[in-house]
């Protein structure tokens, strides 16, 4: 949009890069542009809050948005949001929409690289219908034929990954070609270093860095929020807040689809039954020797007690109740479920009120 345009209209086109409270922070877009007789610095930032007509719709306004500004006060950097563009793709977990793919980074030294955690990262990725890039950082720490036998491991599940070392700078700039011109969530566990490889990326940040703790070899939360940091090859990154174990929240039915592996064996045949779940169905063409296998009915348990859970959320008269265990990899089992009124005890304000009824009565 040119400085033409806006005198007509007053409206500007941007990308909301954070949400805090009732505030957006949106990137304006353009080079450069002519205001009357100012010129703005790309890339002009406001801080702008939302129309009462989207509150009063239901618009939400994520980041990553594409959104129109009215009322630019160029001096206070103030704005306010008016109008909110149709989404190319949308993320709940977290709350991010336009993205075009999503960067895996897990470590493969320090803390030690968890098939079971990064299947589970992977599965995850893969619900959203995102493309997937794998990233092994710290590969300084293993030797190459450690690295090669680790590759080998990957591509039998589906997964070309890029070994890089933000220590050693080790392929860190082929990971950035990957990157340009795209607007990437970067995700993994904590202590594998996004926030160090975010840092390299971009030289002008200076996020906070955590490092793992010794005892559970595991790292420390770094991340608080989700914010899009603009790269300099061109292209967006979202750091989000860290989470050690993705919700398996996906239908049951879809679950197989998010395995590479699997994927390529229904691509060249079917299984006797269409809701087959591959389990210990007959003539089922995926169940067989394959390493994820186990993993996939792990979180098919997970999926199908996830599903039961929302069943019975929205059945009041159910009886059972989903209990999650706190040992384990997630495991949940079913309990009974009490009745909350039968067992709850009468507030005081209650048997006041049936004295003064009881009193009534008998006068």
């Known amino acids: 949009m040119t400085g033409k345009n806006f005198a007509a209209t007053g409206h500007l086109l941007g990308t909301v890069v954070a949400v805090q409270a009732n505030f957006y922070r949106v990137q304006l877009d353009g080079e450069m542009r002519e205001m009357g007789k100012q010129y703005l610095p790309y890339p002009p930032l406001?801080?702008?809050?939302?129309?009462?007509?989207?509150?009063?719709i239901g618009q939400q306004v994520m980041v990553g948005d594409r959104v129109v500004v009215e009322e630019?006060?160029?001096?206070?950097?103030?704005?306010?949001?008016?109008?909110?563009?149709?989404?190319?793709?949308?993320?709940?977990?977290?709350?991010?929409?336009?993205?075009?793919?999503?960067?895996?980074?897990?470590?493969?030294?320090?803390?030690?690289l968890e098939p079971y955690q990064l299947s589970r990262f992977l599965i995850k990725a893969e619900s959203t219908g995102l493309d997937v890039l794998l990233c092994l950082n710290k590969s300084d720490l293993i030797s190459l034929p450690e690295q090669q036998k680790v590759s080998d491991r990957l591509l039998a599940w589906g997964y070309q990954p890029i070994f890089i070392s933000v220590k050693d700078g080790i392929n860190t700039e082929q990971a950035a070609r990957y990157l340009s011109n795209k607007i990437t969530v970067i995700a993994g566990p904590s202590g594998v270093g996004k926030s160090s490889l975010i840092n390299t990326l971009i030289d002008s940040l200076q996020l906070r860095v955590g490092e793992v703790s010794g005892k559970l070899a595991r790292g420390r939360h770094t991340t608080r929020h989700i914010e899009l940091f603009e790269l300099p090859s061109g292209g967006m990154l979202a750091d989000t807040p860290g989470f050690n174990q993705p919700d398996m929240d996906c239908n049951p039915e879809?679950?197989?689809?998010?395995?590479?592996?699997?994927?390529?064996?229904?691509?060249?045949?079917?299984?006797?039954?269409?809701?087959?779940?591959?389990?210990?169905e007959p003539e089922c063409v995926v169940r067989g020797d394959w390493e994820r296998y186990e993993h996939y009915l792990e979180f098919l348990d997970a999926a199908i007690a996830h599903e039961t859970q929302l069943h019975q959320q929205a059945d009041p008269e159910s009886t059972m109740k989903?209990?999650?265990?706190?040992?384990?990899?997630?495991?949940?089992?079913?309990?009974?479920?009490?009745?909350?009124?039968?067992?709850?005890?009468?507030?005081?304000?209650?048997?006041?009120?049936?004295?003064?009824?009881?009193?009534?009565?008998?006068?």
């Not at 406001?46 to 009063?56: I, S, V, W």
């Not at 197989?256 to 779940?277: H, K, T």
């Not at 089992?333 to 009881?358: A, C, F, V």
């Open 254 to 280: 879809e679950l197989i689809r998010y395995f590479p592996e699997a994927r390529e064996r229904l691509a060249v045949a079917s299984c006797r039954f269409s809701d087959c779940l591959h389990r210990d």
């Open 322 to 363: 989903l209990k999650s265990k706190s040992k384990g990899k997630g495991q949940s089992q079913y309990e009974p479920k009490l009745e909350s009124k039968k067992y709850r005890r009468i507030s005081r304000k209650t048997q006041l009120q049936d004295l003064q009824e009881l009193y009534r009565d008998e006068e």
């Open 46 to 56: 406001l801080l702008c809050t939302r129309r009462t007509r989207l509150k009063k």
């Open 72 to 112: 630019p006060d160029w001096a206070g950097g103030r704005g306010a949001i008016a109008k909110v563009l149709t989404r190319q793709s949308e993320l709940d977990r977290p709350a991010i929409a336009n993205v075009n793919q999503i960067l895996l980074v897990f470590a493969v030294a320090d803390p030690p």
